[in-house]
């Protein structure tokens, strides 16, 4: 069922609008107040790392002048930016595929586009790691096996795109079912190829998704840990890592700066964003234009295949490599037992069911203070929220327990769940925040001002009216937060509440101990859950507007 408006059944072409936000409109006291408290909270652990660097002094300065910082640096952005293009363009054209053309399975290949998300970074590059190592799964079926592993730039791009693309792909394919035919079916009757109606019509619609996409899987590469250091790819998260014990001032400057390399990105997308022409529009009911195929139709499964063979199959296969090894292994003594899993299954679903939640309902007041009001509080508030997703979850479980630790009455919250949700809301936040934007942006304000026009109350008309429209992208930020949550490993190990197992706890945990067969049958847990999640909160309702 599409989403209906206050236009008749064959709603007539909406016209270019303007910007989404009024220069004019006075801010109300509430939103701004609530907007910056909300941000406060979000930057607890950047301010935890400007106090510490602070009390370094010229020692701070000493580590950004070395190789040590140098270094890392260049290669993290070298890498989160060429993923991030590579994903821009993937994620978009999957989107593309499975919403607005004759793809055959295009239901179910939704949601097999979105599942790549769900396999946390260090399972894929220790797949395509142990894949190729001698006496891996390569090297079993086809006796094949390299001289090297895996190591370097290379091995880190492929997996992190293959992995990280549904942050485009998610918002896109959201945009895209909102957008009315009407706008394309206009442009047809002109004589405009598809092509044509695609890049003057639909592309100005849909770049702002695939702008906020492109920087989440940015924000995600230069926080990543797992994949780039199991193929020993020097990054800024690494050296934090190496150091964190051994080092701990190197590790606090380092964090700042990928904090700062956050923030940088983030302001400049932001002051890009205000460049674009800004288009409202909504569906109004009626299913989106479908693009034949045709000769095409052929190379795109073989395209949709091969990519879920090396994004899915292949790690999956690796997984199940491992399950069947462990079985063969372990013998009977360590006898691999399903009903083990059952706890940490629901223990992960639940908590980040309530993760994607709470981080709704934090963000969506400063979506709207940043899309429909010209403030400086507004771009603070932005960048505040964003900035968390560039951190790594272990310097942000850090800063949470250091103010826990030294505040009044804080140790007692130590290791309970309200500090695990707030962990996981200020890492994960921003992935919430681009897509509640990119849905406030779509909700066309006129639609707004006639409900306020017949009496309607600023809540009524937010649950009559706005809610109902930005659904499918608040449902695709709720998604990506979940997926994120679920395979979260160092704020959970940190701050859990003791005896609290998720899947990825009890992967790390079977994995440093050596039952790999454990590891790998969790694993394989993980992926299925998170892929019946993902269709419940996020794909159902992407079926609902198309």
């Not at 992967?507 to 049958?521: K, V």
């Amino acid at each position: 069922m599409g989403v209906t408006t206050v236009d008749p059944p064959v709603a007539p072409p909406l016209p270019p609008a303007a910007a989404p936000r009024r220069p004019g409109a006075r801010t109300p006291p509430g939103l701004a107040a609530t907007s910056v408290l909300l941000a406060a909270l979000f930057a607890a652990p950047l301010g935890y790392l400007v106090v510490r660097n602070v009390g370094l002094g010229d020692e701070a300065l000493d580590v950004l002048d070395s190789d040590v910082a140098l270094g890392p640096l260049q290669r993290t952005v070298v890498l989160a930016t060429t993923v991030s293009a590579a994903t821009a363009a993937l994620g978009t054209l999957l989107a593309w595929l499975v919403i607005r053309t004759d793809f055959p399975g295009r239901r179910v290949w939704r949601v097999v586009f979105a599942l790549p998300l769900v396999i946390p970074s260090f399972v894929g590059a220790l797949a395509l790691v142990a894949a190729f190592a001698a006496g891996g799964l390569a090297d079993d079926l086809f006796g094949f096996d390299l001289l090297t592993r895996p190591r370097g730039y290379w091995p880190a791009f492929v997996v992190l795109t293959l992995l990280s693309y549904p942050y485009v792909y998610l918002p896109v394919a959201a945009r895209l079912s909102a957008l009315p035919p009407s706008l394309e079916e206009s442009a047809r009757s002109l004589g405009r190829s598809p092509t044509a109606v695609f890049r003057t019509v639909v592309w100005p619609q849909t770049a702002g998704a695939v702008t906020a996409g492109a920087l989440l899987v940015f924000l995600y590469v230069v926080s990543d840990f797992g994949a780039v250091s199991l193929v020993r790819y020097d990054t800024l998260t690494t050296r934090i890592e190496a150091s964190r014990l051994f080092d701990p001032s190197t590790a606090l400057v380092l964090g700042l700066l990928l904090a700062t390399v956050a923030l940088v990105v983030v302001v400049t997308e932001r002051s890009l964003g205000r460049r674009r022409a800004h288009t409202e529009a909504v569906g109004a009911g009626r299913n989106a234009l479908e693009a034949k195929l045709g000769a095409w139709k052929i190379p795109a499964i073989v395209f949709a295949g091969a990519l879920a063979g090396v994004s899915l199959l292949a790690p999956g296969a690796v997984l199940a490599h491992w399950t069947w090894r462990g079985f063969r292994t372990v013998g009977g003594a360590g006898r691999i037992d399903a009903g083990d899993l059952v706890e940490p299954a629901f223990n992960t679903a639940g908590i980040a069911i309530v993760a994607a939640l709470v981080s709704i309902v934090a963000v969506l007041p400063i979506a709207y203070l940043t899309t429909r009001y010209r403030t400086r509080a507004g771009g603070v508030t932005n960048a505040l929220v964003v900035s968390g997703f560039a951190l790594p979850g272990l310097v942000i479980a850090l800063a949470v327990a250091f103010w826990l630790l030294r505040a009044p009455l804080g140790g007692g919250l130590y290791q309970t769940f309200p500090p695990l949700v707030f962990a996981y809301v200020v890492h994960f936040g921003a992935q919430a925040l681009r897509a509640s934007q990119v849905a406030v942006s779509g909700v066309p304000r006129r639609m707004d001002d006639a409900a306020r026009s017949l009496g309607a109350s600023r809540w009524r008309r937010l649950r009559t009216v706005d809610l109902p429209l930005m659904l499918p992208g608040l449902a695709a930020g709720a998604g990506l937060v979940l997926l994120s949550t679920m395979k979260e490993l160092p704020a959970t190990l940190l701050l859990a509440p003791t005896g609290f197992e998720t899947l990825a706890t009890r992967i790390w945990s079977a994995t440093e101990s050596g039952y790999f067969g454990r590891a790998g049958l969790a694993a394989l847990v993980l992926v299925a859950l998170s892929g019946v999640l993902t269709w419940l909160l996020t794909i159902r309702h992407m079926e609902r507007v198309h």
